[in-house]
Nanobody, 122 residues
Framework: EVQVVESGGGLVQPGGSLRLSCAAS????????IAWFRQAPGKEREGLAC????????YYADSVKGRFTISSDNAKSTVYLHMNNLKPEDTAIYYC???????????????WGQGTQVTVSS
């Protein structure tokens, strides 16, 4: 059974940093990609970043480019989202998703985690 599990959320002050983790298991081979999304109350789910575990290619939404970095530790089957200079508008539930698709369109992914809450507030 394919599983992706997020961790690392919490409360952080504006301007602070946070690292989220996405642990993946159950994929039949290593040729899969992981993407990060977020959803704030009353808003649609927003794609943030994607990484190819095969060649390390990355893709970012314009809204987070330069502040967020996605990386992968293939030995640990874990993908990270490093978030810097956080703003109150970054407050949301953050999800990771895994599958064959490469991109940040939510409908392309079937395997989702339960989400981790990130709150940016002073």
């Amino acid at each position: 059974e394919v599983q992706v599990v997020e961790s690392g959320g919490g409360l952080v002050q504006p301007g602070g940093s946070l690292r989220l983790s996405c642990a993946a298991s159950g994929f039949t081979d290593d040729d899969y990609n992981i993407a990060w999304f977020r959803q704030a109350p009353g808003k649609e789910r927003e794609g943030l970043a994607c990484i190819s575990r095969t060649d390390g290619d990355t893709y970012y939404a314009d809204s987070v480019k330069g502040r967020f970095t996605i990386s992968s530790d293939n030995a640990k089957s874990t993908v990270y989202l490093h978030m810097n200079n956080l703003k109150p508008e970054d407050t949301a539930i953050y999800y990771c998703a895994g599958g064959a698709a490469y991109g940040i369109i939510a409908a392309w992914f079937d395997n989702w985690g339960q989400g981790t809450q990130v709150t940016v507030s002073s």
